[in-house]
């Protein structure tokens, strides 16, 4: 039987889509509450090589204007303690089956993992 993990945050719309999503298709599912669990550095290193650091984060967010991030230059390690401080900074929720990933709500992306 496939499964997938979901990392997101509880209160986020589009996680519980994804989770509504793979639930409706029968498929296990493992979710993790960033806000009390944070990414671990090989999880976020799967995620930064396939779509980039700044692919990651949610430049249009509220959470990202609340940081000031817009008026910031970070280095790479400065975004990375923030992102793991501040996960709404992330593009939610993030999506992993086997190898497969996809960031933010992405049904063409979730249904792609389906079909392996």
Partial sequence: ???????????????????????????????????????????????????????????DGKAYADAGLKYLKLADAELLRKIEEHPKLLKLPLVRSGNRICIGRDEKGWAGMLEE
Avoid: Y
Wanted: zero cysteines; a positive charge.
């Fill in 1 to 59: 039987m496939q499964s997938v993990q979901i990392f997101g945050v509880k209160n986020s719309q589009d996680a519980r889509a994804a989770e509504r999503f793979f639930k409706e298709r029968r498929v296990q599912i493992h979710l993790v509450d960033l806000a009390q669990k944070p990414l671990s550095a090989g999880e976020i290193k799967r995620f930064v090589d396939r779509f980039g650091l700044l692919g990651l984060v949610d430049t």
